[in-house]
């Protein structure tokens, strides 16, 4: 089974930028769609961004525009920049298959605040 690890959470201010990180501990290649999700305590997991083998990408309308994911399957790792940080952004982060068939990983907590 795949293990999934990401990184590059932390406090930033709104209007800031952070660079997450996903480490799967075999190949990604085999899974054409991976995806972000966020989820806030008390509240459903939400898809924030999916990406192709392609590099096709598709964003959650909040997001549009701010963030950005890419893959390097190579490297069995998976990216989430985000821009323009606002505090309804805060939550903690996770990598998955679009359909979540893997094991979730612990997330990264993001925190945007001033």
């Known amino acids: 089974q795949v293990q999934l690890v990401e990184s590059g959470g932390g406090l930033v201010q709104p209007g800031g930028s952070l660079r997450l990180s996903c480490t799967a501990s075999?190949?990604?290649?085999?899974?054409?769609?991976m995806a972000w999700y966020r989820q806030v305590p008390g509240k459903q997991r939400e898809l924030v961004a999916t990406i192709t083998n392609s590099g096709w990408t598709n964003y959650a309308d909040s997001v549009k525009g701010r963030f950005t994911t890419s893959r390097d399957n190579a490297k069995n790792t998976m990216y989430l920049q985000m821009n323009s940080l606002k505090p309804e952004d805060t939550a903690v982060y996770y990598c998955n298959t679009n359909q979540a068939v893997l094991q979730w990983g612990q997330g990264t907590q993001v925190t945007v605040s001033s």
């Open positions: 075999g190949s990604i290649s085999r899974f054409y769609v």
